[in-house]
């Protein structure tokens, strides 16, 4: 069945309206925004971000800096803030607003693609299903970073029992706390050797070791490091034997990532029977639409067949979040 979407009068309002919609947000966030220089490039030199060269047109220098400003302004919020958080611990080098626009942008293409597919078959049905791909498209940038933050962290956690084995064995031979994290930065891997190199450069610009071992624990947000550097604080409080300390803590370490390994192995099993139990409908959909569309299109079908089609959908993903749930053991 297709449908006649609108008039050529109605598309031309549409887009005009569009148009103009588009251009009043851009000029609002244009007029809202100063730039404050010192701000910036005291983040690029604490974040490590190379600055602009100053052979850039003023042209060229308008986007930046409008993102930058929308930037600060959005950290005011306590909800953007976690993102920010976010972006730091999967070390995107880019700035919140900046991926909230990467959000924005892969809603519209993907759901401007369901449109462009539903409408001519479903007709104002398609508007929903348009929505709600691009909903779900919203996310795919966020589905990506914290796929990078789990990577991310993972290593960083497997590099924490050698990085604290170096720091040990720095101050055994006489060396102070900021010389073992210069020597992590310099000779250890990524990512335990950027994080430190950040380290090294907040206290570079005037920050001391405990404030800048709390922003790092404060970032990567695992027990681990928060332990590590609580004993340090509390060693240049109070005093105490920091060698032995660490080394109880990397051992610690080492045992707590043994075990997630065997729990790992053990549900296994279980995660990848949770993966394939739920694409298995969605990829016998498209195995079925493409050999008979005819058949399977009733589907999208107004009435009961979309009906179905959305409930089993939803219900597919309700049970792949109830497996992945059963299967996550905290330790």
């Given at each position: 069945?297709?449908?006649?979407?609108?008039?050529?009068s109605?598309?031309?309002l549409?887009?005009?309206?569009?148009?103009?919609?588009i251009f009043?947000?851009?000029?609002?966030?244009?007029?809202?925004?100063?730039?404050?220089?010192?701000?910036?490039?005291?983040?690029?030199?604490?974040?490590?971000?190379?600055?602009?060269?100053?052979g850039?047109?003023?042209?060229?220098?308008?986007?930046?800096?409008?993102?930058?400003?929308?930037?600060?302004?959005l950290?005011?919020?306590?909800?953007?803030a976690s993102?920010?958080?976010m972006?730091?611990?999967?070390?995107?080098?880019?700035?919140?607003?900046?991926?909230?626009?990467?959000?924005?942008?892969?809603a519209?293409?993907?759901?401007?693609?369901?449109?462009?597919?539903?409408?001519?078959?479903?007709?104002?049905?398609?508007?929903?299903?348009?929505?709600a791909?691009?909903?779900?498209?919203?996310?795919l940038?966020?589905?990506?970073?914290?796929?990078l933050?789990?990577?991310r962290l993972?290593?960083?956690e497997?590099?924490?029992?050698?990085?604290?084995?170096?720091?040990?064995?720095?101050?055994?031979?006489?060396?102070?706390?900021?010389?073992?994290?210069?020597?992590?930065?310099?000779?250890?891997?990524?990512?335990?050797?950027?994080?430190?190199?950040?380290?090294?450069?907040?206290?570079s610009?005037?920050?001391?070791?405990?404030?800048?071992?709390?922003?790092?624990a404060?970032?990567?947000?695992?027990e681990d490091?928060d332990?590590?550097?609580?004993?340090?604080?509390?060693?240049?409080?109070?005093?105490g034997?920091?060698?032995?300390t660490?080394?109880?803590?990397?051992?610690?370490v080492?045992?707590?990532?043994?075990?997630?390994?065997?729990?790992?192995?053990?549900?296994?099993?279980?995660?990848?029977s949770?993966?394939?139990?739920?694409?298995?409908?969605?990829?016998?959909?498209a195995?079925?639409?493409?050999?008979?569309?005819?058949?399977?299109?009733?589907?999208?079908?107004?009435?009961?067949?979309?009906t179905?089609?959305?409930?089993?959908?939803?219900?597919?993903?309700?049970?792949?979040?109830?497996?992945?749930?059963?299967t996550?053991?905290?330790?």
């Open positions: 069945m297709i449908y006649n979407l609108s008039t050529p109605e598309m031309l549409l887009a005009v309206t569009t148009g103009l919609g009043t947000v851009f000029f609002g966030l244009y007029v809202w925004s100063v730039p404050h220089r010192i701000e910036v490039r005291l983040s690029q030199h604490v974040s490590g971000n190379r600055p602009a060269t100053t850039q047109t003023d042209f060229s220098r308008t986007s930046p800096e409008l993102l930058e400003a929308i930037n600060r302004r950290l005011r919020q306590r909800r953007v993102t920010a958080q972006l730091a611990r999967a070390n995107v080098p880019i700035t919140v607003a900046e991926f909230i626009l990467s959000r924005v942008v892969a519209l293409v993907l759901g401007g693609l369901a449109a462009v597919w539903a409408l001519p078959r479903v007709g104002l049905i398609g508007v929903a299903i348009a929505i791909v691009g909903l779900v498209g919203s996310y940038p966020l589905f990506y970073v914290q796929f933050v789990n990577r993972t290593a960083f497997a590099q924490l029992p050698d990085a604290l084995g170096v720091v040990a064995g720095s101050l055994q031979a006489g060396s102070g706390i900021a010389q073992a994290f210069q020597l992590i930065a310099s000779d250890m891997p990524a990512p335990i050797s950027e994080e430190f190199s950040r380290v090294n450069r907040e206290v610009v005037g920050l001391s070791v405990n404030e800048a071992l709390t922003n790092l404060e970032r990567i947000g695992t490091i332990l590590v550097a609580t004993a340090i604080t509390i060693q240049g409080r109070v005093g034997n920091l060698v032995n660490l080394q109880i803590i990397s051992q610690t080492r045992e707590r990532i043994k075990l997630r390994g065997e729990v790992k192995v053990l549900t296994a099993m279980q995660r990848l949770a993966m394939v139990i739920s694409a298995v409908p969605y990829v016998l959909g195995i079925i639409y493409l050999m008979n569309p005819k058949y399977i299109g009733r589907l999208f079908e107004p009435g009961i067949g979309l179905m089609l959305v409930t089993a959908i939803v219900m597919a993903l309700v049970g792949f979040l109830a497996l992945r749930k059963i996550d053991i905290a330790l």
